[in-house]
């Protein structure tokens, strides 16, 4: 659908995938976090794919993904 959004929470640190093979389209990413509750842009993705997503920070994060 157009309106397609995931939350991911990576507890460790390092890149992790999120399949979006069933999504299509172009996807937003904005990462937070968890520590002290700062965001930064994460550029887009786009669906048809498992896509490996890299925190901008040390530690665990959470990325929003949404069209």
């Not at 640190?13 to 990462?31: H, R, V």
């Not at 794919?49 to 990325?63: I, K, N």
Request: hydrophobic content about 25%; glycine content about 16%; proline content about 6%.
């Amino acid at each position: 659908t157009d309106d397609d959004e995931y939350i991911c929470y990576q507890p460790g640190t390092g890149a992790f995938t999120l399949n979006l093979s069933g999504a299509t389209g172009t996807f937003n990413i904005e990462w937070m976090d968890p520590d002290d509750g700062s965001t930064q842009s994460g550029g887009t993705t786009t669906g048809g794919a498992t896509r490996t997503l890299t925190p901008p920070f040390s530690g665990h994060g959470v990325a929003y993904v949404w069209k």
